[in-house]
Structure formats: C-alpha cells, structure tokens
C-alpha cells in the first residue's frame, strides 16, 4: 500500500503510534514508564560529582545527573528538561539548555532572535512564517533573552495555525521561566506518543486515531516482528540483531547466495535497513557489526550508505570506524526505550 498512514492506537495499555510508509513499518513510539524526553523539573542540586564537571540532582521522579555545573552549589533550584532515557540504575540524564517544542515553533531561553528553518526555501513561505509569528508576539511576547526558530513544517501550515502555536509555546515558556518555587517538582510533563507523532510525522497522511488502528493497517503483525532478534532482508540476506548489557550486536548473514558478489549485496542490504531496525527497537549505545564477508575496498560504500541514512534520522548516530578484525562500530545516542522492555 502506498503513501503515509498514522496509526494511533495502544499496546499493552500503553499509548502508541505507527508511521507505516508505503506498507512498511517506519517508525513506531511506545509510551513507558520513565520519565519523558522533554520533561521540565524544577530541580534541587545535591551532590557534585568530582571529576566529572556533573550533579545529581533531586526531582520528583528520583535522582538526575547534570553536566556542566559550573556555579551550582548543593540545595540550589533550577529548571532542567529531560533529554533522554535512564540505562537501568542510573540517573536521569538532563540539562539546563531548556526548549519549548511544539509542531511549528521551538521557544529558545536565553538564545535571541526569530529564525526560519533553513529547510524552507521558498521566500514567500518564509516570509509567510515570519509574519504569522509576529502576529503571534501581539498577543504572547517572547519572554526576555528567549528566541523562536520557525521549523520547517511552517512550509505547509496556514499563517493560523502557526501564529497558534507560537502564542502557545511564548506562554508555556513565560509562565515556567517565571517559576520561584524551591521545592522539586514537574513543571511540564513531556509529549506522550501520540503527541510526539503529531509533533515531529510532519508529512502528509492518513491519520486513524481510532481504537484498533493498528490491526487495521497491519502495524501489529510487523510489531511482532520486531520481538525476534532475525531480520529478513531482500535478496534472502538477513541479520541478526542481539542487544546485550553492554552493546548491540549486529551479525550480517548472506544466507544460501554463494555468489562472489554476496558479502557485498547482504553489506548493503543491512546498511539500508540498520537505521529504521535500530529506530523501531529503540536501541543505542554502542553497535557492533560483524559484516558479512567484507574486503576494505568495499568499506567506504557501506560507510557513505549508513551515514546517508543516519543524516535522515533524528537522533544523533556516529559511525566512529572499524577495528582490527573488521567489525564496524557505531556510537548512537539513547533517547528511546528499548522495545523488548515494552513489549509484554
């Protein structure tokens, strides 16, 4: 099936949302129950971490660690936003760079001016943008020393909807700037999945936010999918994707070709697919990837292959290069739940 569908539906009684694109499964969002990404705390610095230039912190939701805390002293308060997910036993992982994100506009604390994404091109789109933000500040102004950028999906919204969210997101922003507490507590709870999804699945599709959504269009058989370790790759190639304590490996296999040219075409197969495979699983930290049989020559294919599509993705992901015997290492950032943990 063609185009893009939204599925907004449950599993497990968590909240969730399928992008099935062009009939396969691109990208998938389980609520847990961890903190959010995005979640703004009030926090209470406690303890300095020598060394390390870091704090723990305490919040609502147990301890936090903040790097950077140059001029913080134990029992200080401070707004700090979650940035990702805890490794099991270890603290919440924030920063004091706080953002106010929302599907047109982002509210900048202490970064000034008004910007445009730089993937509008078009000027009068721009232009259009820009005006419909100001007309936002007659009725919300930004708050002191704050910055908006326009994101790109202003590109294809009305001056109405995005002069809405920028009066939105300039009230948020002045009304948790303004905070005088001292005691730690959850200022703004971070977006749930089926927020996210309309947040950041920005292109044109059908959306189905009604219950049973993800039978309908096929999103639970290829979620089930995901439960196994084997992944099927065209050609008959496949891979097997085994996450440990201490790293994600990533096994490329050629499977029955035993053609000269098999190692390469079941490399390239794996590097195309690896992105959305880690995407879907949740998965970061460090990846190994034992390529199936791989010469150097071919080296630099497979990197420029992966690193288009890590450009793609969202979260930060960094090939940092091969060892001795030939395995591929990846370095990728943790800002999502593993899904073996949500999937019950």
Not at 153 to 158: D, I, N
Not at 298 to 319: H, M, P, Y
Request: charged fraction near 25%; proline fraction near 6%.
């Amino acid at each position: 099936m063609k185009g893009l569908t939204v599925a907004l539906d449950e599993i497990g009684g968590r909240e969730a949302a399928a992008l099935i694109r062009d009939g396969l499964l691109d990208d998938l969002l389980i609520d847990s129950d961890a903190p959010r990404p995005g979640t703004i705390y009030r926090g209470i610095a406690e303890r300095p971490v020598k060394g390390q230039g870091g704090m723990f912190l305490r919040t609502p939701d147990g301890s936090a660690f903040l790097r950077q805390v140059k001029g913080l002293v134990p029992g200080q308060a401070l707004l700090v936003q979650v940035t990702g997910f805890a490794e099991p036993g270890k603290a919440i992982p924030v920063t004091q760079n706080v953002l106010f994100k929302s599907r047109y506009a982002i509210v900048t604390p202490g970064k000034p001016g008004v910007n445009v994404s730089r993937a509008i091109k078009d000027d009068a789109a721009r232009d259009a943008a820009m005006e419909a933000a100001h007309d936002g500040f007659a009725e919300a102004e930004l708050p002191e020393g704050a910055g908006l950028i326009l994101r790109s999906s202003c590109a294809e919204a009305s001056q109405d909807e995005i002069t809405e969210d920028v009066i939105a997101m300039c009230q948020l922003a002045a009304h948790v700037l303004a905070d005088e507490g001292r005691e730690a507590e959850t200022l703004v709870e971070g977006d749930g999945p089926h927020a996210l999804a309309w947040r950041e699945w920005v292109e044109a599709a059908e959306v189905d936010p009604d219950p049973g959504s993800f039978a309908r269009h096929g999103a639970d058989e290829m979620i089930d999918d995901l439960r196994g370790a084997h992944v099927r790759l065209p050609g008959g190639y496949s891979m097997i994707i085994e996450p440990t304590s201490a790293l994600v490996a990533v096994d490329v296999n050629t499977g029955g070709d035993t053609s000269p040219a098999a190692g390469l075409k079941a490399n390239l197969a794996a590097m195309r697919d690896l992105p959305r495979q880690m995407r879907l699983r949740g998965l970061g930290g460090q990846i190994i990837v034992d390529p199936a049989p791989c010469p150097k020559k071919d080296r630099k294919q497979l990197e420029g292959l992966l690193r288009a599509g890590f450009k793609k993705e969202a979260t930060e992901s960094v090939l940092t290069g091969w060892t001795t015997l030939g395995l591929m290492e990846i370095q990728r950032k943790r800002d999502r739940q593993p899904l073996k943990g949500l999937l019950k």
